[in-house]
């Protein structure tokens, strides 16, 4: 019976390199000058360290910039509020990986809504989907493309 698995996965070397390239980009910048404007990476928390908010909205759109140039979907991102102490600014962004129960649930809820002949299962951070048809994953291919789910989706592991 053919399936597939749907996952949420980011490749963490990427980030590291648009991470170190942002770094780069922000020592050479000239309104960054004098500041001591960094990103740090820690494991899957990307940290900005600058002396305002205003710096730390412009550090912002260089990551993004970094990872969308290194084809890291930005959707995976999950950015905490700026926090102000001593004259620093700190903001937190995690990339957040793997399917969360609630939104496996939509999405096994929009698949069977659909009402094409597939199953649908969560299992732990992804959802498998097999079918009796290959033209039926198809069609669930397409309708999880064009969901909204607030993560960016791989469709991998395609058994026939």
Known sequence: MPSFDVVS???LQEVRNATDQANREVGTRFDFKGSEAS???DEAVVTLHAQSEFQ???MMD???KKLVKRSVDIDCLDIAAPQMANNRARQAVTI???IDTDTARKMVKAVKSSKTKVQAQIQGEQVRVS???RDDLQRVIALLR???FGLPLQFV???D
């Open 96 to 98: 957040r990986q793997g």
């Open 39 to 41: 990103f740090e990476l």
């Open 157 to 159: 592991n395609f058994r």
């Open 146 to 148: 064009a969901g909204e």
């Open 9 to 11: 996965e980011i490749d």
């Open 62 to 64: 260089i990551l993004q």
């Open 131 to 133: 079918g009796k048809n």
């Open 56 to 58: 730390l909205q412009q």
